[in-house]
């Protein structure tokens, strides 16, 4: 019997691509590879096909890419790596002045439905949620050694949890918690079941993971990173899921585009700030309907572009 491959399906490809303006031969940065749905799209999209550097911190999802792209050997590069740092990668590769970059900001289905890498609270795992495997901080440090007041702030600032002092507090009051059955059981009778489609915990797991990689910051310095690594006309195109991050990009792109920075109370500009990219969509773009029913994890995607000048 022949098996069957089933991997992660990208969000909104039709749209990244005509956000890339992808060119035929031309240099593009997937900054979040994953298992490689977006770069694969790229290479098809032009004759020649593109030239593309594939990055990301989850060892597993890359290998996975690399196995997919093996027929485009001679156009796809990968680097294990955060795109937080991509000036240094792209000047390692000669991927400095690249055509487009693309940062998909969401879990993978490959993480998502793998129970062992601890991000689901469907399935009894360790407490882990590290992308990049080799760093020491995981999900256990946090919910076993952080403090009270320490958990309850990264919950409400990274969960937008409003209950978070009393999640932390039993927390704390259950410690050692191993198992993300556990955490999940824990959060759930601490704030009860209530109506809606999501999970009691589904807030508190958001927020441990976003802090134990250091999700937040990483997006502040890979805005930043992928304009500077694109040529003049590079797009750079970026898929946010969840409230925080699309604000972090919204904001972050709006002040890189503007003419002055400075705080309205100023009378006049002393900044002297020069803009560095155009927006492209004031208004961000969804997956269509047809895309939501057939892939309902994208959903919550938002697509926001732009290019530098």
């Not at 002045?97 to 360790?126: C, N, P, T, V």
């Not at 020491?136 to 050694?145: F, G």
């Amino acid at each position: 019997m022949w098996e069957v491959t089933i991997y992660h399906t990208p969000v909104m490809v039709d749209e990244v691509i005509t956000a890339l303006q992808v060119k035929p031969g031309g240099k593009y940065i997937d900054g979040t590879a994953g298992e490689g749905g977006h770069s694969l799209a790229v290479l098809d999209a032009a004759t020649p096909a593109p030239r593309i550097l594939c990055i990301d911190m989850d060892g597993d999802a890359l290998g996975t890419a690399e196995e997919r792209m093996r027929g485009y050997s001679s156009n796809a590069q990968t680097r294990r790596g955060s795109y937080a740092e991509v000036v240094r990668i792209a000047e390692e590769t000669g991927y400095m002045g690249a055509d487009g970059m693309l940062l998909d900001l969401g879990l993978s289905s490959l993480q998502l439905d793998r129970g062992e890498r601890g991000f689901s609270f469907r399935q009894e795992a360790d407490l882990d949620m590290r992308f990049d495997t080799t760093q020491s901080l995981t999900a256990d440090t946090i919910v076993n050694q952080y403090s009270e007041e320490e958990l309850a702030n990264i919950i409400y600032q990274y969960g937008e949890e409003r209950r978070s002092r009393r999640i932390a507090r039993a927390i704390v009051g259950s410690r050692p918690v191993r198992t993300t059955a556990q955490l999940a059981e824990i959060v759930t009778n601490s704030i009860g079941r209530q109506r809606g489609r999501i999970h009691p915990a589904t807030r508190t797991f958001q927020a441990v993971r976003i802090a134990v990689n250091d999700e937040l910051g990483n997006i502040h310095r890979g805005l930043e990173g992928a304009i500077d690594t694109l040529g003049a006309d590079g797009r750079l195109a970026v898929i946010a899921y969840h409230s925080l991050e699309d604000r972090i990009v919204k904001n972050t792109l709006r002040r890189m585009a503007s003419e002055c920075i400075c705080p309205p109370s100023l009378p006049y500009c002393q900044c002297e700030h020069v803009p560095t990219v155009r927006i492209i969509n004031r208004r961000v773009i969804r997956p269509s309907r047809e895309e939501q029913q057939a892939n309902p994890r994208s959903r919550s995607a938002r697509l926001r572009i732009a290019e530098r000048l």
